[in-house]
């Protein structure tokens, strides 16, 4: 089987910290056969260095838009420095205030005003080394996705105007005026789509364990989809089993609930 995890609020709980049942469980899930992939809104840059000694077979990050198993970079997508430049140019015009998640930092507009919002992803990507400021002469600045603060009939316009530009994008509501914008064809759910059929997997053969929003996709695409019980009422509805909350033991309970581990 393929078991699929996002990372926060799902492997580790709301408060960031790791229950002690979840390695265990997947180190007994490896042990018994399956096959242990982390499915991450997360771009390389920021890949989580906390699961360095799990027991993981692969990532799929940014949303899809990389897949990378068994140490290997399946496949991969991110903008040239020209479209990034354009799509940037796009942004300023229309005044978001938005971040731009790449595979080797996450950027940020220096003519974007810092708001409380701002400030919070700023200090995080400082915290991780990953902050860098956009020149136009970085050729590393090459856009991937993007995290943006607006209302919702402004996101609907970048969805239109980024679709005039020839770079599509689609916005998931991440609630609070908060939006991951992720390019149009890339989601949780196309990942484990390429993946399994790389590995000549079927949809009933995976599961995925998720909490929020961007997990629908990825739910959609598995066979079995496992809600934590700390998910929102609308992800718990289009789950095939609603587990405990991460604390609670939620991941843990699920494996054993569908006989992954004994």
């Given at each position: 089987m393929l078991l699929f995890f996002d990372i926060d609020g799902t492997i580790f709980d709301d408060q960031r910290r790791?229950?002690?049942?979840?390695?265990?469980?997947m180190e007994k899930a490896r042990s018994n056969g399956h096959r242990l992939i982390v499915n991450t809104g997360r771009t390389l840059c920021n890949m989580d260095r906390r699961l360095d000694d799990f027991p993981l077979d692969?990532?799929?990050?940014?949303?899809?838009?990389?897949?990378?198993?068994?140490?290997?970079?399946?496949?991969?997508?991110?903008?040239?420095?020209?479209k990034s430049l354009a799509l940037m140019n796009l942004n300023a015009e229309m005044k978001l205030r938005i971040v731009y998640e790449c595979d080797t930092a996450i950027y940020f507009d220096p003519r974007i005003p810092d708001d409380r919002n701002m400030r919070a992803?700023?200090?995080?990507?400082?915290?991780h080394g990953i902050a860098r400021t956009i020149?136009?002469?970085?050729?590393?600045?090459?856009?991937?996705?993007?995290?943006?603060?607006?209302?919702?009939?402004t996101i609907r316009e970048l969805e239109e105007r980024t679709k005039t530009l020839g770079m599509p994008y689609t916005a998931i509501d991440r609630g609070s005026g908060a939006w991951e914008i992720v390019p149009v064809g890339y989601s949780k759910?196309?990942?484990i789509d390429f993946l399994r059929k790389k590995l000549g997997m079927s949809r009933e053969e995976c599961f995925a364990f998720?909490?929020?929003?961007?997990?629908?996709?990825?739910?959609?695409?598995?066979?079995?989809?496992i809600a934590m019980g700390n998910a929102s009422d609308d992800?718990?509805?289009?789950?095939?089993?609603?587990?405990?909350?991460?604390e609670e033991d939620g991941i843990e309970k699920a494996m054993r609930h569908f006989s992954l581990i004994g």
């Open positions: 790791l229950p002690e049942s979840v390695k265990p469980a692969g990532w799929i990050m940014g949303c899809g838009t990389r897949v990378i198993y068994q140490g290997e970079t399946l496949t991969s997508m991110e903008y040239s420095l020209e992803f700023r200090d995080f990507a400082q915290q020149r136009r002469d970085d050729p590393e600045f090459r856009i991937v996705k993007m995290f943006c603060f607006a209302d919702e009939e759910g196309t990942g998720g909490d929020s929003r961007n997990d629908l996709p990825m739910f959609r695409h598995a066979g079995h989809s992800v718990k509805a289009v789950c095939t089993y609603v587990t405990a909350r991460p």
